[in-house]
């Protein structure tokens, strides 16, 4: 069993920055793959970027379009906690931010179906 606590939204101008944080209790943080989505109102929820469990010494990381070059994502395994680094925000990244964790392998990190595990979510509102 995985608990997720994400914290960190709030509200921004755009062209500011936020920095999300998703907290985990368990003992299978370490080896799950990661996931960040977003969900605006009356749309559904969209893949943002996922991290995978460190394979060697590397973290294989994958973000929507969208996001590339604004947003990184990123996890530190002693603390079992996920981030997401947000640059540069657009009025467009208005959302509820929702973290995930996939305890199964082999499956594309961009499909929500494929997280076993959520948080309650965190609201983003970047003003224009």
């Known amino acids: 069993q995985v608990q997720l606590v994400e914290s960190g939204g709030g509200l921004v101008q755009a062209g500011g920055s936020l920095r999300l944080s998703c907290a985990a209790s368990g003992r299978t943080f370490s080896t799950a793959t990661m996931g960040w989505f977003r969900q605006a109102p009356g749309k559904e929820r969209e893949f943002v970027a996922s991290?995978?469990?460190?394979?060697?010494?590397?973290?294989?990381?994958h973000y929507t379009d969208s996001v590339k070059g604004r947003f990184t994502i990123s996890r530190d395994n002693a603390k079992n906690t996920l981030f997401l680094q947000m640059n540069v925000l657009k009025p467009e990244d208005t959302a509820v931010y929702y973290c995930?964790?996939?305890?199964?392998?082999?499956?594309?990190?961009?499909?929500?179906?494929?997280?076993?595990?959520w948080g309650q979510g965190t609201q983003v509102t970047v003003s224009s």
């Open positions: 991290i995978s469990r460190i394979v060697g010494s590397t973290y294989y990381t």
């Open positions: 995930g964790a996939s305890v199964r392998s082999g499956l594309s990190t961009m499909r929500a179906q494929n997280y076993d595990y």
